[in-house]
Structures are given as C-alpha cells and as structure tokens.
C-alpha cells in the first residue's frame, strides 16, 4: 500500500517531502525577528517630538515597500530565468514574488494611508508618489488577473514571465519618482527632502537602530520565507490539477 | 537564410496598411469610436470654457487610449483569425521584425486617429490644440501606446478571452505614458513655462524607450509554437 502510495506519486510528480529544514529554520527565525524588530520599532525607538507615537508607523511603511521591491525583483529574475531555461520552478517563484509582493505594497498603502491621516490631514491625496505606488499595485494585481485568463500553461508561463518583467518598470518608477518629479509632498527620511514634503523626520540615531533591522528584515528573510512557503503550495496544487486530470480520464 | 531584418518589417507594414486602405476596418472604427467619445464626454462632463481647459487633455488622451485598445485588439486578430500568424511563425524572418512591423503599422493608424482629433477638439472647444508641441506629445504618447500594445495584444490574442483581456494587461502598464502625456499637454494648452512641460515630455521619452527596449527583447517569447 506505501510502496503503491510512493509510486503514484513519483507519477504525478507529487512533492510528498516533508518540510525542509532550512526553510522550518527560516520560519522561525522570520517570526523571532518579526517580533523583535516590532518591539524595537514600539518600545525601544524614541517617540517623535512632531508626530508622536504615529510616526512609528514609519518602520513598518518603508521596510514593507522595500519588501515587495525584493519580492517584485524575484518575479524578474524567475521570469527571465523562467524563459531562458523553460523551468516550471522558476515560473512559480515568478508567481509567489507577485503574490508576496502585492500583499507588501498593500501593507505599504495602508500604513502609509493610516499616517497620512493625521500628519496630512487626508487618508490619500494624488501625489507623484502615491499615484505610481497605486500603479504599480494595479500592475500586479492585473498580472494575476490575466495570469487567470490565460488556459495554455505553457503559454501562461511564458506570458506571465514577459509580464512579469514588463511590470517591474512601475515598481523602479515608484522607487525613483521621488527624485524626478519635485512637487510631491512625500517626505524622504534618508536623504535631502523634496521642497514641498509635509512630515518628515530626521533619521536620528534612535530612528535608525528600529528601522535598519526592520529593513534588513523585509528585504531579506520575510519575502524569502513567504515565498518559499508560497512555492511549495503552489507545486503541490499543480499535483492536485494533475490528479483531478487524471481521475477525470480514467 | 533569414530575411533582412528591414524587408521584413517594411513587408508588415505594407501589408497592413494595404490592407486598411482596401477595407478600412481599423482607422474607421477607431475614428468613429473617438468622435462618439468626445460627444459623450461633452456631455457628461458639461464642458463649459473654464471647464474645457481642465479636462481637454484628458478627455483627449483618454479617448486616444481607449481607441488605441479597439485597434490593437482588431490589428492582431486579423493576423489570428486570417492565419497569417502562423504563416508568419513559419516564415525564416526574427520575431523582432515582426514586432517592429506591425508596432509601426498599430502607431500610424493611432496616430492618423490623433492627429484628426485635434483640429476636430479644437474646433469643438476652441482650444489652440494644433500646435507643434502637442502634435509631438500626441506622436510620442501612441508610440507608446503602440509599443506595449501591440506587445500585449499578441499575447491577449492567443488566449481565449481574448477581447476582455487586453485592456486589463495594457491599462495599468500604459498610466505613466497616459500620466506624463496627460500632464506635457495640460501644461502645454494653459502656456505654462517651458520647464514644466519639458519635464513631462522628458519622462514620456524615457518610459517610451524603456517599454520599446524591453518589448523588443520580450516579443520572441509571446510569439513560441
């Protein structure tokens, strides 16, 4: 029955692997730092002079774009990978990157709306920058639309890939948009801020020793540790596809 | 042998645009679709003369993409339906040949659409819209639109959805075109410095080029089997 067991899935091309170490070490560490990196940003960090406890929003609305820019940047690299080698593991890390990415810069979005409440008396406004962060939310949320729409899955793969590093372009826009366009009023924290920009701070000392590890933290490990997870599910629904596929012809 | 790179995009072009000027099926739709989306948004707008000078560069470029799309749409699906896609898939030309035939066959169609709506906007709102500027910011603006349109039009085409599909894929993708051209002309029709409309135009080369590069790489790859 086990060795039957064992052989249908090695037909199937099913992951029946247990968990591999690295990644339930990486979970653990993820959500260690997580916590450790919040307690820094809510307890350790000073509160602001101008903005008060607000301003520890700061640590999560930054770190989170930068987070998806590491996930967005994964999509590129399974894409073109993806197209040069036609390996279906790439494409799903292309997938998860979208996916992980498109929940960070929501999670961007609304801390940053949730800021803007009470430092810019509104909760969005059409500025330069946050009119291509809503762009490039919208950019990836058509990727998975389309992704979708599309039945062929060879075609889908290599579709998604070129789409995947078409979109990419939206992310540098809102990267560097802040440095192109001067009228926006989105304060830089490292760095000259722009003229106009209404509720900037000065990255003390005290900002930095919450906010760096929390960068390092969303560039690296959190969006590494999602995606991973999110690669496995996604191998083991194309095994169930193939499963139904073949219960279905039988 | 392969052959030239330029025979085979000029053989594309030919052939699309001697295949408009016999059936007029694309320019005429699109035309018509852009008149009755200049109508319809006289209308629901209400646009009296202070009104006019606000939203005339949007309603312009909001229509232009709008047409774009319809054109788009139907300039691949003649390829699809005809079977000349294939045809051409067999034929020993670079895939970076076709793309730059039938961009410049989608640009001169939207163009041809862009340039008969100014004198027509600028008759209706009385708006100096005829000037060399804008015509450069209209040129550029559907060149654009062409690049990434006719990029994701032939991968929209040989999906089911076909039709629905597109202008999901294209409208994120072509906001920082609609966005910067919106802004060059806006500042262009109220005389605004030189500086700020420069600035605008600038940021629309750049984009354009940055999606003319990379569709040119990519287009091998949506057009496999």
Known sequence: MEAERKSLALDLRIDTSPMPRLLRALTVITALAFAGTLALGLRV??????????????????????????????????GVIYLARKNEAWD???????????????????????WARPIWNTWWTWDPRLTSAAIMCLTYAAYLMLRAGIDDPGKRR??????GILAFVTVLITLFIIRIVPETIHPVIVGASPQNAQGGFEATSGVVIALLPSLLLWLTLLPITLIWHRVRLEARIEALNRLKLQALSE | MKTPFINCAA?????????????????SVMALFALLSILVFSFALELDRQAREEAVSGVLWVTLIFASLLGFNRSMAQERDQGNLDALLLAPVSRAAIFVGKLLGNFIFTLIVGLAMLPLMTALYGLALLDGWIILTTALGTFGFATIGTLLATMTVQTRAREALLPIALLPIA?????????????????????????????????????????????????EE
């Open chain 2, 175 to 223: 906001l920082p075109f609609l966005l910067t051209a919106v802004r060059a002309t806006k500042s262009l029709l109220s005389g605004a410095p030189a500086a700020e409309w420069q600035g605008s135009l600038g940021m629309l080369a750049a984009i354009t080029v940055i999606y003319l590069v990379l569709s040119l790489l990519l287009y091998e790859y949506v057009l």
């Open chain 1, 92 to 114: 799903r890390i292309a997938l998860a990157g979208v996916e992980v990415g498109l929940a960070f810069s929501l999670i961007n979005l609304l801390t940053g709306s949730i």
């Open chain 1, 158 to 163: 290599a579709f998604m890939s070129v789409y």
């Open chain 2, 11 to 27: 053989a594309i072009i030919s052939k699309d645009l001697r295949a408009e000027f016999r059936a007029r099926e694309l320019v």
């Open chain 1, 45 to 78: 960090a000073g509160t602001d002079i101008q903005q008060g406890e607000i301003q520890r929003i700061f640590y999560i609305h930054m770190p989170s774009f930068f987070g998806a820019f590491t996930a967005f940047g994964l999509t590129v690299i399974g």
